[in-house]
DNA sequence: GATGTCGACGTGG
DNA sequence: CCACGTCGACATC
């Protein structure tokens, strides 16, 4: 069952994320509305966590799906801090075809602070020469962030598309130290 | 070197 | 059909 159930806001240091469950886990997960991304800088001074706008839906949510927003809350503050955001909640993925899957399947193996290119991706897959479907695949991935979709890059270390902002992905990839700096440094741009 | 063009790939409009 | 979060090969200055 792939039914979106319930849709919860997350308040988190850097604005309100959007959080959507269905029976089986979260299957996605957007970035704040509130808080454009032209208003973050990839310095340290973080922003005040914000009260969740739920208002009282928090409360109307089932025991199970109440735990699972809990972890996700926490996880997803730990991955914005740069950390490792442990316990996760159960995703549910089952929107995905089966290639989009296997892509997001490699995402997850990519370490905190590293990166692969979209051709390595593909590659891992098998397909070499399937790097452009990759791209389509992260831009379809529902839960960017904690699938990390913003590890991939360009070849030589170019900073590639995001289909948000691509100033979250230099965000998150600067708050991990991410060795994303290609061989040749001058190799990357905004 | 710095640019263009082209074809391959999976998915959805 | 077309347009994408690409890439590598090759052509041409």
Same mark, same amino acid.
């Given at each position: 069952?792939?039914?979106?159930?319930?849709?919860? #806001?997350?308040?988190? #240091?850097? %604005?309100?994320? %959007?959080?959507?469950?269905?029976?089986? %886990?979260?299957?996605?997960?957007?970035?704040?509305?509130?808080?454009?991304?032209?208003?973050?800088?990839?310095?340290?001074?973080? /922003?005040?966590?914000? &009260?969740?706008?739920? %208002?009282?839906? *928090?409360?109307?949510?089932?025991?199970?799906?109440?735990?699972? $927003?809990?972890?996700?809350?926490?996880?997803?503050?730990? =991955?914005?801090? @740069?950390?490792?955001? /442990?316990?996760?909640? &159960?995703?549910?993925?089952?929107?995905?075809?089966?290639?989009?899957?296997?892509?997001?399947?490699?995402?997850?193996?990519?370490?905190?602070?590293?990166?692969?290119?979209?051709?390595?991706?593909?590659? =891992?897959?098998?397909?070499?020469?399937?790097?452009?479907?990759?791209?389509?695949?992260?831009?379809?991935?529902?839960? &960017?962030?904690?699938?990390?979709? $913003?590890?991939?890059?360009?070849? @030589?270390?170019?900073?590639?598309?995001?289909?948000?902002? &691509?100033?979250?992905?230099?965000? *998150?990839?600067?708050?991990?130290? =991410?060795? !994303?700096? @290609?061989?040749?440094?001058?190799? !990357?741009?905004?």
């Amino acid at each position: 069952m792939d039914r979106v159930l319930y849709s919860v #806001p997350v308040a988190t #240091p850097d %604005g309100e994320f %959007g959080a959507t469950y269905s029976a089986l %886990g979260l299957c996605g997960l957007t970035f704040p509305v509130s808080q454009p991304a032209a208003t973050l800088s990839p310095d340290r001074d973080r /922003r005040r966590a914000r &009260p969740c706008s739920g %208002g009282t839906a *928090l409360l109307e949510l089932p025991p199970r799906i109440r735990n699972w $927003h809990a972890e996700l809350t926490e996880a997803l503050a730990k =991955a914005l801090a @740069g950390r490792e955001p /442990r316990p996760l909640p &159960p995703f549910d993925l089952s929107r995905g075809t089966h290639f989009q899957r296997a892509v997001w399947q490699v995402l997850r193996t990519i370490k905190r602070g590293g990166t692969m290119s979209y051709g390595e991706v593909a590659k =891992a897959l098998g397909r070499p020469g399937a790097s452009r479907a990759v791209g389509s695949a992260c831009g379809a991935n529902p839960i &960017p962030v904690l699938i990390p979709c $913003h590890r991939v890059l360009g070849a @030589g270390g170019k900073i590639g598309g995001f289909s948000a902002d &691509p100033r979250w992905k230099l965000l *998150l990839l600067e708050r991990e130290r =991410a060795d !994303w700096r @290609g061989a040749q440094g001058a190799g !990357w741009q905004a």
